[in-house]
Structure formats: C-alpha cells, structure tokens
Nanobody, 127 residues
C-alpha cells in the first residue's frame, strides 16, 4: 500500500520560504500522480500543486510563480518549494497520491481523484 509522510511545515514570516517534503513508498504501478493540497480553518481543501509520472504539472493560480513542485526519484520524495509566502497561505498541507496501471492522462487536480493521503503538516505565515 502506498504510504506518504510529509515534513517541513512550520512558522514563517510573510515573504519567507519553506520547503515541504513528501516521502513516498509502496507504489506498484509505473504511472502515478502526487499532489499537494491545503485546508485552511473554515475552508474547503484545495489543490495547490500536482505532478504526474510523465512530468506534467499543475499549480493553482494563487501560487503560480511562488510555489514549485518537483520529484527526486532517487529519494522517492516530492517537494513543494514555497517562496514569497503570504498569510493567506496558512493551512494544513497534505500530500496525496494516486497510481495506475496505465499512463495517466495529464495530471489530476481534484482531491477526489487521489486515493492515498498523508497526515498533513501545518504551515503558518505571520504578517
């Protein structure tokens, strides 16, 4: 079974940077997608950045130009580099994954397309 372990959250001032890590294990298929989602208090969970095994990526408009998703296949780890952080980026960030026996068309961006979830890591941006 796929397992995901997030790390790297914390408290940072506005304008600062953080890098979240998602250590993955248990993939059995060659095609997969991994996404970062976030949920702020009182709000619905939303997609932040996603990447698929063919290299396709997605980033929400609210983070374009500030957040970058990447994969280190040697370390089985997906990173979310977050720069120029804003107070509105404050949320619990979740790593999610889905795998498939055949290539995934594009990159899934809806949370309901993902089967596996990490425990979440808190990111707090102070003003």
């Amino acid at each position: 079974e796929v397992q995901l372990v997030e790390s790297g959250g914390g408290l940072v001032q506005a304008g600062g940077s953080l890098r979240l890590s998602c250590k993955t294990s248990g993939f059995t298929h060659i095609a997969y997608a991994i996404g970062w989602f976030r949920q702020a208090p009182g709000k619905e969970r939303e997609g932040v950045s996603c990447i698929s095994s063919d290299g396709s990526t997605y980033s929400a408009d609210s983070v374009k130009g500030r957040f970058t998703i990447s994969i280190d296949n040697a370390k089985n780890t997906v990173y979310l580099q977050m720069n120029s952080l804003k107070p509105e980026d404050t949320a619990v960030y979740y790593c999610a994954a889905v795998e498939n026996a055949v290539p995934i068309a594009g990159v899934p961006t809806n949370q309901y397309e993902y089967d596996y979830w990490g425990q979440g890591t808190q990111v707090t941006v102070s003003s």
